[in-house]
């Protein structure tokens, strides 16, 4: 069953996102990339941003690293507005939009160093079977950054 995307991140909503992202919450992506390269000790290889939204964590973390994204995302309007962002950014080379479910990954086993999702978990409808795929697919000795809100404090 692939999972739809709620309301607010199709048509209308998915623009509304992507300006609340490019207005109040833009300074917050870099210091979120940061939180996850220093806690994960990832920063090189393959990456995924699930639930990416308009891309811009993904769009971050590729600024601070080394690392090849998938921004994934279930919403076409979404990752129509993050593949303009990343094209927009000079990202395309190592940033690349994926329509997707998190409850079935399009990913080989044991493929991924680094999956991070930020504020998406809220909306996956079966967190089991999710969790499930996240470990499916992550290789032994990758890490996972998967929650919600804006990071830690320090």
């Not at 739809?4 to 109040?24: L, S, V, Y």
């Not at 806690?39 to 090189?44: D, E």
């Not at 079935?104 to 978990?121: A, F, K, N, Q, T």
Request: hydrophobic share 40%; with cysteine; aromatic share 6%.
């Amino acid at each position: 069953m692939t999972e739809q995307p709620h309301n607010q991140f199709t048509g209308r909503g998915a623009g509304r996102m992507d300006a609340i992202a490019k207005g109040p919450f833009a300074p917050i992506y870099p210091v979120i990339a940061q939180q996850i390269l220093d806690t994960c000790s990832i920063s090189a290889g393959r990456c995924i941003d699930i639930g990416c939204g308009p891309g811009h964590l993904a769009m971050a973390l590729a600024a601070a690293s080394d690392l090849v994204i998938d921004a994934l995302d279930s919403s076409a309007d979404m990752l129509e507005i993050a593949e303009h962002n990343i094209r927009k950014a000079g990202l395309a080379d190592r940033v690349h939009p994926v329509r997707g479910d998190v409850n079935d990954l399009p990913y080989d086993d044991g493929s991924v160093d680094l999956i991070v999702s930020r504020g998406s978990l809220f909306f996956w409808e079966n967190r089991v079977r999710a969790f499930s795929e996240i470990r499916r697919i992550l290789r032994p000795g990758g890490r996972t950054f998967v929650g919600g809100g804006f990071g830690t404090p320090a």
